[in-house]
């Protein structure tokens, strides 16, 4: 990794293997896929990989042998492979908070030696899962009830960022694996009527509270809470002892659970080694884990654990996170693309984007390098994107006919979830033909003569040509499975990984998050009292006092 004189690593921008990419883009120029294709029948098995179960094929990606080679001296340069070991190894890679970064640790084997500070930290990971398999078989099977004999109905996962949108996103997707005679609903925003929603109708004694917090000092999930334990008791008519056989917590901070109000006891534990985003594989996963049974929870883990090992140990050339990394810089620096769409045809990943949106974008949406000079290249995507087919009738004609540059990823399996035979399943094919369909039509357009040849009217065919080279990855899988989610999560979590270290930014950080949770504390009684009000700007006062006018009315 070259220095600069002063310290610290040189720009990336500033480097030979940048210059040296620059340069070959120019030369690329406005090649087309077509031509690269035609240029090489063996293009698309040439560049297809595969990990796990997932066939990955970047064929239809603008790039050559030289583009990948100099990609791969990019990240040879860059270091990526030395921070990747440091993770692994548990060295303190998140500096701004100095924390070990070790959400690969919450998935290795029992037996496996991880260490932080000189301890190995996999006998409490395992001990944790542990406890949390006990507890979920409790519920599951009856033998833990609330505080009138009733057994659990119902879950309520309350927490926000990472303490939700990972399980949430999961319950959605093993929906077929989960025990169809308990349901889990997700509270996270502190607009009330989430909450308010996700109540109706429950019989407070069948209902389980999971109360996710890393910190257990987050406003939202707190002030739920709260709110919760409120109706509970008034629903049962019951004194602060029913707490303890209806809500349980999810946290790194003892003191703060047991302050709130829940015995520690009914605590499991993680560690501030593991990313609120990374999270959803530690206690996190607890209603998932209640859900889907012990047994899928660690299937799950599996396909982690399968995905970790091929990023830490696979040569470059078939390293998948590594080669999704790299392309994703390669657009963002190259072709000023802002936004990276993940389109799922399945539609069990209805959350997945949303999740990935956290991932990636509290992850890498930074603008200061590690020594905390500003970066003067682009960092994270806009990450977006819904289910297929929906999304062909929404904006797909953007991605076909608009002018921006929006690499995608196809995300599609062979066999739908055995729960859809007999009946649905021949749907299933209808679905992927339009998989199959999109990226084609994405890469390979529609030509002027083409068009023109239809017998389409002159004036009519700009209108009706595909420009194509629009690039995309496709992704497949035999089955949704808890092993195929656990890989495609781990998939994303490296690629991510990859391109913090190429940009040398710090992806576990998030310090800009805060400066709106200390604005809002200073608002909140303003809007309470209305003093206090001249300290604000002249648009947020006018705006706080037509609120109140308008609230008081
Ligand atoms: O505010 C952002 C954030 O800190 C996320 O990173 C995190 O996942 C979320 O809030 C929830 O935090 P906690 O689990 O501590 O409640």
């Known amino acids: 990794m070259s220095e600069t004189p002063a310290g610290g690593r040189t720009p990336l921008d500033r480097t030979p293997q940048w210059a040296a ?54 990240a040879e340069a860059t ?23 070790l959400h690969t640790a919450l998935r290795a084997p029992r037996g496996a030696v991880v260490e932080v500070d000189g301890e190995n930290v996999v006998p409490a990971v395992h001990a944790v899962l542990d406890r949390m398999a006990a507890f979920a078989d409790r519920v599951r099977g009856g033998a833990w009830t609330g505080h009138t004999g009733k057994r659990i109905r119902t879950i309520v996962n309350i927490g926000i960022g990472g303490s939700d949108l990972g399980p949430a996103m999961a319950y959605e997707v093993l929906r077929p694996y989960t025990d169809r005679d308990l349901t889990v609903r997700f509270v996270s925003n502190v607009d009330g ?24 000092t987050t406003i939202e999930t707190v002030t739920n809470a709260v709110s919760a334990k409120g109706w509970l008791l008034s629903q049962l008519g019951a004194g602060e002892d029913a707490v303890a056989k209806h809500f349980v917590a ?3 901070n003892a003191r703060g659970v047991a302050d709130f109000g829940i015995d520690v006891a009914n605590m499991f534990e993680f560690w501030d080694w593991v990313g609120g985003r990374y999270s959803f594989d530690s206690a996190i996963g607890l209603s998932l884990m209640i859900a889907i049974g012990p047994e899928n929870f660690r299937a799950m883990l599996d396909g982690f654990h399968l995905v970790d090992e091929h990023f830490r140990t696979a040569p470059a050339e078939e390293n998948v996170p590594l080669l999704l990394g790299l392309l994703g810089v390669w657009y963002g620096a190259f072709f000023d693309a ?26 890498n949406g930074k603008s200061v390098d590690r020594e905390g000079r500003p970066v003067t290249y682009q960092t994270g995507p806009v990450v977006w994107g819904t289910p297929g087919t929906n999304g062909q009738h929404a904006y797909y004609q953007l991605l076909h006919q608009g002018t921006k540059v929006i690499p995608a990823d196809f995300i599609g399996f062979a066999r739908p979830v055995a729960e859809l035979a007999p009946r649905l399943a021949e749907q299933h094919d209808l679905l992927m033909a339009n998989f199959f369909a999109q990226t084609q039509a994405l890469a390979f357009g529609k030509t002027a003569e083409e068009v023109a040849a239809e017998g389409v009217p002159a004036e009519l065919v700009p209108h009706k040509t595909f420009r194509g080279n629009h690039p995309t990855t496709t992704i497949l899988a035999g089955e949704l499975t808890p092993s195929v989610l656990g890989q495609l999560v781990a998939l994303y979590e490296h690629k991510v990984f990859v391109q913090g270290a190429i940009w ?50």
Request: proline share 2%.
């Open 21 to 74: 990419l620059g340069k070959h883009r120019a030369e690329l120029g406005e090649q087309h896929l077509r031509e690269l294709f035609a240029a090489d029948p063996e293009r698309g098995s040439r560049y297809t990989l595969q990990v796990g179960d997932l066939l990955v094929d970047y064929s239809k990606h603008l790039v050559t042998d030289r583009t990948l080679d100099l990609l791969r001296e990019l």
């Open 79 to 101: 270091g990526v492979a030395g921070l990747r070991e440091a993770m692994f190894r548990g060295e303190k890679i998140n500096i701004t908070e100095d924390r070990a970064v």
């Open 193 to 216: 009527a989430d909450l308010h929603e996700a109540l109706h109708g429950l019989d407070a004694a069948e209902t389980l509270f999971i109360v996710a917090s890393k910190t257990f």
């Open 250 to 252: 999810l946290s790194t």
């Open 338 to 363: 802002q936004s990276h769409a993940v389109l799922p045809y399945s539609h069990y990943l209805s959350k997945f984007t949303a999740y990935l949106q956290q991932l990636d974008m509290e992850s």
């Open 504 to 553: 040398n930014i710090d992806s576990f950080d998030q310090w800009g998050v805060e400066l709106g949770k200390v604005l809002a504390r200073r608002i909140e009684p303003v809007l309470l009292t209305g003093e206090g009000a001249e300290a604000l700007d002249g648009s947020t006062a006018a705006l706080v006092a037509a609120y109140r006018t308008l609230r008081d009315r």
